[in-house]
């Protein structure tokens, strides 16, 4: 791994608190009496998306510490994983569309586009270590809009049109 980029997973860390604040008061306050609203789709998106956010941060600290079995079994898991949290997001996304507010269908399926491209990037260039790694940062950089688009509104009371 390249010397600038030796601490990338205590950085990845950081996704942790973002997306609790991001999601607190859409889903992590209901917990564990959700309510109706909260659909089996949204929990499964949800679990889903913990557990890319966990092997995205675990996969930079594997290498750190030379633990590269680790690092590549956790990449194969990817191979399973990565369709299910896309395909997660088409629940969301057809519920999105019956209601007043399909506009919004764009940041979701951008995402998806961006996540998908990142991704296949990353597959492509899995043996040359740079790129992979680039690509692999680009898919957590497209977590921070959801995440990030969430606390200003929710927590901070600002315009949902301003985030």
Request: proline share 6%; hydrophobic share 55%.
């Amino acid at each position: 791994m390249e010397k600038a980029y030796r601490n990338l997973g205590f950085l990845f860390l950081l996704l942790l608190p973002l997306t609790f604040l991001g999601f607190y008061k859409t889903y992590f306050i209901h917990f564990p009496q959700f309510s109706d609203q909260i659909t089996p789709f949204m929990h499964s998106h949800a679990a889903i998306a913990c557990v890319w956010i966990s092997m995205l941060i675990a996969q930079p600290l594997f290498i750190r510490y030379r633990k590269l079995k680790w690092q590549r079994r956790i990449g194969k898991w990817s191979y399973f994983v990565f369709p299910l949290l896309i395909l997660s997001f088409i629940p969301q996304v057809i519920r999105m569309v019956k209601t007043d507010r399909a506009i919004e269908v764009f940041f979701p399926a951008a995402d998806a586009a961006l996540l998908i491209l990142f991704y296949s990037l990353a597959i492509y260039y899995r043996k040359k270590q740079a790129l992979h790694m680039r690509y692999m940062i680009g898919i957590a950089i497209v977590f921070l809009g959801p995440t990030i688009g969430r606390i200003g509104p929710t927590l901070l009371g600002w315009s949902g049109n301003f985030t």
